[in-house]
T-cell receptor, first 112, second 113 residues
Framework: TQLLEQSPQFLSIQEGENLTVYCNSS?????LQWYRQEPGEGPVLLVT?????EVKKLKRLTFQFGDARKDSSLHITAAQPGDTGLYLC????????????FGEGTQLTVNP | DTEVTQTPKHLVMGMTNKKSLKCEQH?????MYWYKQKAKKPPELMFV???????INESVPSRFSPECPNSSLLNLHLHALQPEDSALYLC????????????FGPGTRLTVL
């Protein structure tokens, strides 16, 4: 069974601060997705990383896939209240077929 | 068209009712999924359809019955549900391939009385 440990579980910061969310596993993933979800809505795909060591940027968000494809991080620079939400990482395993392994999520609150 | 749509947005039903959730996508995705999500928790996989055939059933109780009429539509038929089945039900779709990049619909908020 593949597991993705996501941390921190909760994060409350002030507008303008930086933050990093981590997803770690002992398993290798063929790809890893990051989603953001707002209350009562479905998760919205932010990025997919595929190659070990890959770094992708989406405005103030920077995503990194570990060299061994076992871990990933999401860094937000100068957080804004609009960044508030539940952030989920999800990995596609090399042998898990159609299943995604989800982290437990990080509930981010950015206070104005 | 790059979205997954779900109807209804909200559903309240009694334990003796029969209702259906609907999901539609026009992205040409041949894998479609049903998930159940409780508050502040990650989605839990229920069913996967690949090429309109049920490929994964995560030991879901028979009161949940999925159906895939064609490559664009996915239904979830509900009968004799329990209050603990109240949750956000999410549909997702993806291409069939290594990245398994899934696109989610907005969900149906189900309340069972």
């Amino acid at each position: 069974t593949q597991l993705l440990e996501q941390s921190p579980q909760f994060l409350s910061i002030q507008e303008g601060e930086n933050l990093t969310v981590y997803c770690n596993s002992s398993s290798v993933f063929s790809s890893l997705q990051w989603y953001r979800q707002e209350p009562g809505e479905g998760p919205v795909l932010l990025v997919t990383v595929v190659t070990g060591g890959e770094v992708k940027k989406l405005k103030r968000l920077t995503f990194q896939f570990g060299d061994a494809r076992k871990d990933s991080s999401l860094h937000i620079t100068a957080a804004q209240p609009g960044d508030t939400g539940l952030y989920l990482c999800a990995g596609a395993g090399e042998t898990s077929g159609s299943r995604l392994t989800f982290g437990e999520g990080t509930q981010l609150t950015v206070n104005p | 068209d790059t979205e997954v749509t779900q109807t209804p947005k909200h559903l309240v039903m009694g334990m003796t009712n029969k209702k259906s959730l609907k999901c539609e996508q026009h992205m040409g995705h041949r894998a479609m999924y049903w998930y159940k999500q409780k508050a502040k928790k990650p989605p839990e996989l229920m069913f996967v359809y690949s090429y309109e055939k049920l490929s994964i059933n995560e030991s879901v109780p028979s009161r949940f019955s999925p159906e895939c009429p064609n490559s664009s539509l996915l239904n979830l038929h509900l009968h004799a549900l329990q209050p603990e089945d109240s949750a956000l039900y999410l549909c997702a779709s993806s291409l069939i391939g290594e990245t398994n990049e899934q696109f989610f619909g907005p969900g149906t908020r189900l309340t069972v009385l």
